[in-house]
């Protein structure tokens, strides 16, 4: 018994060796990687890092550099925790030797800013790359006044109502008025900061559809031409909506 033991593990032994002798063939060692969909991120910086990513060996002897055994999950964990503006990525894999790696890069949308120190927000709302301090308004400002946590990585509010409250924006600036800067606060009161220094005030409980419709009756049936004295618009409320002059 012991003897049939022995030789069972001695083959097993032998297989392993084998077939790691095997996998260390040049033949199958990935030499290519070819990288699509980047326009920001710089192929050559992005090559670098999945082949970073297959650096070493599975169990001390099976390379993780042979391209039937490389795990396309863990390049994918490595070079999304690497290059944070990548939102997702594809890869195939080329007998004999090469990757194909296509990526979608996140677009920024906002910036999300704690005085001077401000991050990229992407569409969805989530903060991915530390930006320069743009000192104008070509991007919206986003602050955080409810915590006091990192900027960085970081989803600012749901994917829906942020989509929600830039389309908002983008309504309010086709009817003229246009926001700047947004502030959320601990109780869940949103502060709109206008170019022309007036606010407009939203709960996160809002419809911004509703809203939208509120602010459009508002500034064309009641303030009409007195914007310009305007100190706040707020809309919290679905069926009333206040407002105050300087």
């Known amino acids: 018994m012991l003897r049939g033991v022995l030789i069972f593990g001695g083959v097993i032994l032998v297989l392993i060796f084998a ?57 994918e964990e490595k070079i999304l925790g690497d290059f944070p503006r990548i939102r997702s990525l594809d890869i195939s894999k080329n ?17 999300l800013c704690k005085e001077t120190d401000c991050y990229f927000l992407d569409e969805s709302g989530f903060a991915f790359e530390k930006s320069p301090y743009f000192s104008g308004n070509i991007f919206i400002k986003f602050s955080d006044e409810r915590d006091d946590n990192s900027l960085k990585q970081k989803q600012l509010i749901s994917e ?5 409250l830039m389309a908002l924006i983008t ?16 109780e869940g ?34 303030i009409k031409k007195k914007r310009q004295n305007l100190e706040y618009v707020d809309l919290r409320l679905a069926n009333k909506v206040f407002y105050k002059f300087k």
């Open 171 to 186: 309504s309010a600036s086709n009817k003229g008025v246009k926001i700047t800067d947004v502030v959320l606060q601990k």
């Open 189 to 222: 009161t949103y502060n709109l900061k206008t170019e022309e220094s007036w606010k407009i005030i939203l709960s996160e409980r809002n419809d911004f559809n509703i809203v939208a419709d509120n602010l459009k009756i508002t500034l064309e049936s009641q």
């Open 95 to 111: 007998l004999p030797d090469s990757l194909s790696v296509k990526i979608e890069e996140r677009k920024s949308a906002a910036l």
């Open 160 to 164: 829906e109502q942020f989509k929600g």
């Open 19 to 75: 077939f790691a002798g095997l996998a260390r063939i040049s033949f199958f060692k990935i030499k290519k990687v070819a990288i699509e969909g980047n326009s920001t991120l710089g192929s050559e910086e992005l090559v670098s890092g999945v082949f970073g990513s297959v650096v070493g060996n599975y169990f001390f002897i099976f390379p993780k550099d042979n391209i039937l055994l490389a795990s396309s999950g863990e390049i």
